[in-house]
T-cell receptor
Framework: KAGVTQTPRYLIKTRGQQVTLSCSPISGHRSVSWYQQTPGQGLQFLFEYFSETQRNKGNFPGRFSGRQFSNSRSEMNVSTLELGDSALYLC??????????????FGPGTRLTVT | DAKTTQPPSMDCAEGRAANLPCNHSTISGNEYVYWYRQIHSQGPQYIIHGLKNNETNEMASLIITEDRKSSTLILPHATLRDTAVYYCIVRDVGDYKLSFGAGTTVTVRA
């Protein structure tokens, strides 16, 4: 099976702009989670989508949003970019079945730099 | 809040076994122990998980103490490619996210 793919891999944006990142999960997986990784805060959970519905959300401002499509592909959007949004954004794919100890498989990440 | 405690760093000689400890003294009955690793600037890689029995796969072994308050990840024959940050995570089956702590930076030396 192909792994999790994320596009683009690298991105440079200016403060105040908005950005959209894309994630394609492993075939058959219905859950997509997003994480932000920065040197200061480490890996932090943003949100999780399952069958096109946001099922869980981390403690991030409303500028961070996401969605999932019927084919399980997911996008996340960050509006009004701030310098502090510079980070590695990681997407994780899993079967997502509630009540089972499934593992999450991560993509390579998108490196976002805000100038 | 982190539910696990790991040493910040450890060294290991190439070809030797690497034993990575993790304390999770407040673990509850529905929580599993997961291990992930992250090689520099790559996405985290799933290694193994377990509830109370010892587990083994092609990458590693997971030893969980009988009281489940601690566990050890064993890399049987460490190679230079095993140099990474290793994360021990406790997760409930009803929890859809992984809560990462600071992890253990493992350096395998030739």
């Amino acid at each position: 099976k192909a792994g999790v793919t994320q596009t683009p891999r690298y991105l440079i944006k200016t403060r105040g702009q908005q950005v959209t990142l894309s994630c394609s999960p492993i075939s058959g997986h219905r859950s997509v989670s997003w994480y932000q990784q920065t040197p200061g805060q480490g890996l932090q959970f943003l949100f999780e989508y399952f069958s096109e519905t946001q099922r869980n959300k981390g403690n991030f401002p409303g500028r961070f949003s996401g969605r999932q499509f019927s084919n399980s592909r997911s996008e996340m959007n960050v509006s009004t970019l701030e310098l502090g949004d510079s980070a590695l954004y990681l997407c994780a794919s899993s079967p997502g079945t509630s009540g089972l100890p499934y593992e999450q498989y991560f993509g390579p990440g998108t490196r976002l730099t805000v100038t | 809040d982190a539910k696990t405690t790991q040493p910040p760093s450890m060294d290991c000689a190439e070809g030797r076994a690497a034993n990575l400890p993790c304390n999770h003294s407040t673990i509850s009955g529905n929580e599993y122990v997961y291990w992930y690793r992250q090689i520099h600037s790559q996405g985290p890689q799933y290694i193994i998980h377990g509830l109370k029995n010892n587990e083994t796969n092609e990458m590693a072994s997971l030893i969980i103490t009988e009281d489940r308050k601690s566990s050890t990840l064993i890399l049987p024959h460490a190679t230079l490619r095993d140099t990474a940050v290793y994360y021990c995570i406790v997760r409930d089956v009803g929890d859809y996210k992984l809560s990462f702590g600071a992890g253990t930076t493992v350096t395998v030396r030739a």
